[in-house]
């Protein structure tokens, strides 16, 4: 398991074999149970993959017993413009009900 303090999304990775060889398989890495493709160590389709602050890895284990991440790139998923929104009119309701108390 891979985990980050915050919710990222992956934009690249690249993955090795046990042998320290450059992966080129189908569903050479499944990551979160869906399979995903490797051609030359770099993982294929990632933009399939939800952004999480968690991520569970695992291998063919017939073919590839073993894999290693060689190097991950991620992005940060911003929190939208919407859930501040939110936030500031939740905020404002409270300040209305807690005025009509006094």
Sequence with gaps: MLSFSKV??????LVRDADHNLITAANAVYIGGIGFNAIAGVVQGLGALGASDSFV???NAAGR???YL????VS???LPAAGLLL???L???GAIGRRRKA
């Design 57 to 59: 890895f695992a291998t």
């Design 87 to 89: 936030l500031g009119g």
């Design 70 to 73: 060689t190097s991950a790139t």
């Design 8 to 13: 990222v999304k992956f934009t690249d990775l």
């Design 76 to 78: 940060a998923v911003p």
């Design 91 to 93: 905020a404002g309701l």
């Design 65 to 67: 017993p073993q894999i």
